[in-house]
RNA sequence: CGGGAUGUGGCGCAGCUUGGUAGCGCACCUCGCUUGGGACGAGGGGGUCGCACGUUCAAAUCGUGUCAUCCCGACCA
């Protein structure tokens, strides 16, 4: 490709609205352009990213035995009625209307229609198991879209779904993705941790997620691992043990019951500093509306509430922290009259209350009193109301590894890609099933597995770029060298130029020649942007016989003859490309 | 959906307070000069100032409304 018909236009800043690098830098260097919020037009650098991206899922995914297929973007909404997701699935569906007023919507995932295409096709245990994935554009109405592509409402993404007979049989094909995704993620040059979590509105039990671990803050997921072990776990599904801590009151000498006085004592710190007493022996009380409905959440002082494990706790599907005059409210209901900073659970009657695992051991404790400027001290579990004890708690980075008993590690992931064990939660409502040995009729065991394909280009750029650009991986680089005759005038440098240029494309390389009548340095601070694994540089130099041969990741420069460096390119290329 | 901000050629911005018919840098076109890290000079093209209504002799500028975009919080590949 030359240069100068390359379509490319790259920026001298960074775009205003930008705030991520991957954004930043593939907006400069000209491989994307927003068309309107989170959707944007992959101009033809990127559509070569992405194609290759595809092009390895596609691989690993054929080697791994599943079959590749393509569904509608548009879908009917009368099979969302039948798995109850149509009402459930929320704004982020994208619903429309068309000519005749029947109701469609975009597809955001595709679980409904791979199960109506499999009722129709797999109707004996005989074909099965089965794993059909396809890529294509996914459309969610996102509330707020932001980081380019890392969180478009428009994507490309690979769903795959699988389709057993057994529990057994579909935990070995979850494994076998898992194997799979480990594959893709490393040729795609993403240093990847796969992590448990929480399975969320797609529904299922088992699910893990991969998450590549940058040091930006594009990550969007916190991330809790052991170097110990191979535990690692998503924040809304990590668990920990805890170190010991005073967790009875009598150590503050508080073994008795009463009520204090906590003037104007509203949060747990003054109330600590108060009384004289650990954190660790207050029993914090959160209001959150799950669902419209208001739930308390107790938990140790010291500790933080996990919003979606709370969700989970109570079956809702949507939870947010209560208003102070919602809190107010619910204590007028139970028959008190305090402000919201002092609600405790005795004597509340009339709302649900879920406490953490942490407050099933604490003794003599302290919780707020349902009155203004009062505290319960000595309190104990069998003062309470009935609770529903639970693991609502916030992992917290220093807590120990819950398999090896190590202290747990933070750090920020990008989720690229998924894996979850559904079960018939789609197969049962839609009765999809298969005639078994028996001669029953019984709904599919399903899997589905996602990888996010511009999200995975988007993080590699994230995992890889310096001050002035991109470092693309070989394996989904655009193009893999860039040939920079430093004078288009000088007629040496241009035969040289060209002869390597040809050579290489005749070994197969992708290779661009900027021929562009430019000064070396905006040639070379576009190479650099752009971000071409490879350089050779024929300049000055050549009349002693040398080029310069540039590798981006390293930055390190050396002069050889010309052949060597168009031999390196290609046994460098060649080797990045096995796998 | 709550909170904050911004809309002026392709990109980045100034002008708005104090209304007078639009400007700078980059990019683009032409010519000259230059060629190892975003040169320089001369000339040129491109914007009904997000949109609508209003105030006014006159609106990018003032008022009202509206739309869009971005940032901070709850969802997700």
Same mark, same amino acid.
């Given at each position: 490709m030359k240069m100068s018909k390359l379509f490319v236009q790259t920026l001298r800043e960074f775009p205003?609205?930008?705030?991520?690098v991957s954004h930043k830098f593939l907006v400069k260097a000209g491989y994307i352009r927003k068309l309107t919020s989170g959707v944007y037009n992959y101009l033809p650098l990127m559509w070569r990213v992405l194609k290759k991206v595809e092009n390895i899922v596609r691989e690993e995914m054929d080697n791994a035995g599943a079959q590749e297929l393509l569904m509608p973007f548009v879908q009917p909404k009368e099979l969302w009625e039948e798995s109850g997701?149509?009402?459930?699935?929320?704004?982020?569906?994208m619903r429309l209307k068309d000519r005749h007023d029947r109701e469609m919507c975009l597809g955001p995932t595709h679980e409904e229609i791979i199960t109506a295409i499999a009722r129709d096709g797999l109707k004996?245990?005989?074909?099965?198991p089965v794993n059909l994935y396809q890529i294509q554009s996914k459309f969610r109405d996102e509330v707020r879209p932001r980081f380019g592509l890392l969180r478009g409402r428009e994507f490309i993404m690979k769903d795959a779904y699988s389709f057993s007979t057994s529990q057994e049989d579909l935990e070995k094909e979850y494994d076998n993705m898992a194997k799979a995704y480990k594959k893709i993620f490393d040729r795609c040059g993403l240093p990847t941790k796969m992590v448990q979590s929480d399975s969320g509105a797609?529904?299922?039990?088992v699910s893990h997620e991969f998450m590549v671990i940058t040091?930006?803050?594009?990550?969007e997921n916190d991330v809790f691992y052991c170097d110990d072990c191979d535990y690692a776990a998503n924040s809304n599904h990590a668990i920990s043990n805890l170190p010991?801590?005073?967790?009875?009151g009598a150590e503050f000498g508080l073994n008795e019951y009463k009520v204090v006085d906590t003037p104007n004592m509203k949060t747990i710190d003054e109330v600590c500093a108060f009384l004289g007493?650990?954190?660790?022996v207050l029993c914090k009380s959160l209001v959150y509306i799950a669902d419209k409905e208001p739930v308390i959440a107790l938990i140790r002082g010291d500790k933080q509430v996990e919003e979606t494990k709370l969700m989970n706790a109570v079956g809702a599907i949507d939870i947010r922290i209560a208003t102070p005059e919602e809190i107010e409210e619910l204590m007028i209901k139970n028959g008190f009259n305090a402000k919201?900073?002092?609600?405790?659970?005795?004597?509340? +009657? %009339?709302v649900k209350i879920v406490a953490d695992n942490?407050?099933?051991?604490?003794?003599?404790f302290v919780i707020g009193?349902?009155?203004?400027?009062k505290h319960k001290v000595g309190?104990?579990?069998?003062?309470?109301p009935e609770v529903q004890f639970e693991d609502i708690r916030l992992v917290q980075a220093g807590e120990l590894c819950p398999q090896c008993g190590k202290p747990l590690k933070v750090t920020r992931g990008i989720e690229v890609g998924n894996i979850f064990?559904?079960?018939?939660?789609?197969s049962q409502p839609m009765n999809a099933v298969y005639m078994d040995v028996d001669g029953k009729a019984k709904p599919y065991i399903m899997g589905c597995y996602g990888i996010g394909i511009s999200r995975t280009a988007a993080a590699a750029v994230e995992a890889h770029y310096d001050d002035w650009g991109i470092k693309w991986p070989i394996s989904i680089a655009p193009y893999h060298v860039v040939v920079v005759p430093?004078?288009? +005038? %000088?007629e040496l440098q241009m035969k040289v130029a060209q002869e390597a240029y040809e050579k290489l494309l005749a070994a197969g390389i992708e290779a661009v020649i900027d021929?562009?009548?430019?000064?070396p340095g905006v040639k070379f601070k576009d190479a650099d942007l752009i971000g071409f694994p490879f350089r050779i540089t024929v300049g000055k130099s050549i009349q002693n016989g040398n080029v310069e041969f540039v590798v981006r990741e390293t930055g390190s420069k050396e002069e050889m003859a010309p052949e060597k460096a168009v031999e390196y390119v290609i046994s460098h290329v060649r080797e990045a490309l096995k796998h």
């Amino acid at each position: 490709m030359k240069m100068s018909k390359l379509f490319v236009q790259t920026l001298r800043e960074f775009p205003s609205d930008a705030e991520v690098v991957s954004h930043k830098f593939l907006v400069k260097a000209g491989y994307i352009r927003k068309l309107t919020s989170g959707v944007y037009n992959y101009l033809p650098l990127m559509w070569r990213v992405l194609k290759k991206v595809e092009n390895i899922v596609r691989e690993e995914m054929d080697n791994a035995g599943a079959q590749e297929l393509l569904m509608p973007f548009v879908q009917p909404k009368e099979l969302w009625e039948e798995s109850g997701r149509w009402e459930v699935y929320g704004r982020e569906l994208m619903r429309l209307k068309d000519r005749h007023d029947r109701e469609m919507c975009l597809g955001p995932t595709h679980e409904e229609i791979i199960t109506a295409i499999a009722r129709d096709g797999l109707k004996s245990y005989k074909q099965l198991p089965v794993n059909l994935y396809q890529i294509q554009s996914k459309f969610r109405d996102e509330v707020r879209p932001r980081f380019g592509l890392l969180r478009g409402r428009e994507f490309i993404m690979k769903d795959a779904y699988s389709f057993s007979t057994s529990q057994e049989d579909l935990e070995k094909e979850y494994d076998n993705m898992a194997k799979a995704y480990k594959k893709i993620f490393d040729r795609c040059g993403l240093p990847t941790k796969m992590v448990q979590s929480d399975s969320g509105a797609i529904g299922g039990s088992v699910s893990h997620e991969f998450m590549v671990i940058t040091d930006t803050d594009a990550g969007e997921n916190d991330v809790f691992y052991c170097d110990d072990c191979d535990y690692a776990a998503n924040s809304n599904h990590a668990i920990s043990n805890l170190p010991s801590a005073k967790i009875d009151g009598a150590e503050f000498g508080l073994n008795e019951y009463k009520v204090v006085d906590t003037p104007n004592m509203k949060t747990i710190d003054e109330v600590c500093a108060f009384l004289g007493v650990d954190p660790t022996v207050l029993c914090k009380s959160l209001v959150y509306i799950a669902d419209k409905e208001p739930v308390i959440a107790l938990i140790r002082g010291d500790k933080q509430v996990e919003e979606t494990k709370l969700m989970n706790a109570v079956g809702a599907i949507d939870i947010r922290i209560a208003t102070p005059e919602e809190i107010e409210e619910l204590m007028i209901k139970n028959g008190f009259n305090a402000k919201a900073g002092f609600i405790g659970p005795m004597g509340m +009657k %009339d709302v649900k209350i879920v406490a953490d695992n942490t407050v099933k051991e604490l003794k003599n404790f302290v919780i707020g009193a349902n009155e203004n400027d009062k505290h319960k001290v000595g309190v104990n579990l069998d003062m309470l109301p009935e609770v529903q004890f639970e693991d609502i708690r916030l992992v917290q980075a220093g807590e120990l590894c819950p398999q090896c008993g190590k202290p747990l590690k933070v750090t920020r992931g990008i989720e690229v890609g998924n894996i979850f064990q559904l079960g018939t939660k789609y197969s049962q409502p839609m009765n999809a099933v298969y005639m078994d040995v028996d001669g029953k009729a019984k709904p599919y065991i399903m899997g589905c597995y996602g990888i996010g394909i511009s999200r995975t280009a988007a993080a590699a750029v994230e995992a890889h770029y310096d001050d002035w650009g991109i470092k693309w991986p070989i394996s989904i680089a655009p193009y893999h060298v860039v040939v920079v005759p430093v004078s288009t +005038k %000088d007629e040496l440098q241009m035969k040289v130029a060209q002869e390597a240029y040809e050579k290489l494309l005749a070994a197969g390389i992708e290779a661009v020649i900027d021929d562009r009548d430019e000064r070396p340095g905006v040639k070379f601070k576009d190479a650099d942007l752009i971000g071409f694994p490879f350089r050779i540089t024929v300049g000055k130099s050549i009349q002693n016989g040398n080029v310069e041969f540039v590798v981006r990741e390293t930055g390190s420069k050396e002069e050889m003859a010309p052949e060597k460096a168009v031999e390196y390119v290609i046994s460098h290329v060649r080797e990045a490309l096995k796998h």
